[in-house]
């Protein structure tokens, strides 16, 4: 019995920045009350020549839907492995998804850009993810895109990781994957062009808060829970 509670309060102290996690429940809360919150009469259309003009293709689902394993993938990596680059990572993810949320309550937006899958003349596994898709999720509350926020972020992230330096082929890779990801978003008609654009804006501030030690000291912070975890 005292073997398990020491190891169980050793795993407590070794996870201990899990504690940052709580955030998430409580934005899931505020993005679904907002979903059925929206009145469409008092919604901002968002809409362009350029996004008409950009041709649907299914095939983009893949990437669409990839970006789930690759934002949760990327935080539960630094989350075993890199206190630091972990508070960063979520630091840059939670404040860029906190400022939309605000936006999306301030300023309802949304788009007028779906195609409807039954009128693409062509059945597919993929039109299939796409009908999918559109059914778990509106076209309300696009601006910024947390897909593209999440998919900057997670690429920085991993181009900025001292441990995986190393691996040569990972940053063009996960390059690579961003701009797929970003690309899915306009081509399965989910954002309009502005969308990413405002998306990238914010990234740029999200980049300073996070990565800039005169901003936020996350070094000290580390430090300081690693001197109490070995206390």
């Given amino acids: 019995m005292n073997k398990a509670f020491k190891f169980l309060r050793g795993l407590i102290r070794k996870y201990r920045h899990a ?14 009350f907002l979903e059925e ?3 469409p009469s008092a919604m901002h259309l968002i809409e362009f020549d350029a996004d008409r003009a950009i041709p649907f293709c299914e095939y983009f689902i893949i990437p669409y839907f990839f970006w789930f394993l690759f934002i949760f993938g990327t935080g539960f990596y630094f989350f075993l492995t890199n206190r630091r680059d972990y508070y960063r990572y979520c630091l840059f993810l939670f404040t860029g998804m906190t400022v939309s949320l605000v936006v999306y309550r301030i300023w309802p937006n949304g788009i007028d850009l779906r195609p409807d899958p039954d009128q693409l003349g062509r059945n597919n596994v993929f039109i299939e993810m796409v009908r999918y898709l559109y059914s ?10 947390i897909h593209v926020i999440n998919s900057v972020g997670a690429t920085i992230a991993i181009c900025k990781s001292e441990s995986l330096s190393k691996l040569r082929f990972l940053r063009p890779l996960t390059i690579v994957i961003c701009i797929a990801i970003c690309a899915s978003t306009v081509f399965l008609k989910q954002h309009s062009l ?9 990234c740029q501030g999200l980049y300073i808060l996070a990565y ?3 901003f936020v000291n996350v070094e000290a912070d580390v430090k300081n829970e690693e001197i109490l975890l070995h206390a």
């Fill in 19 to 32: 504690w940052i996690l709580i955030y998430v429940p409580v934005y899931l809360a505020v993005f679904v």
């Fill in 37 to 39: 919150t929206t009145v």
């Fill in 136 to 145: 778990i999720d509106t076209p309300t509350n696009v601006c910024p895109s």
């Fill in 194 to 202: 502005f969308d990413g654009m405002c998306s990238l804006v914010l």
């Fill in 212 to 214: 800039r030690p005169k």
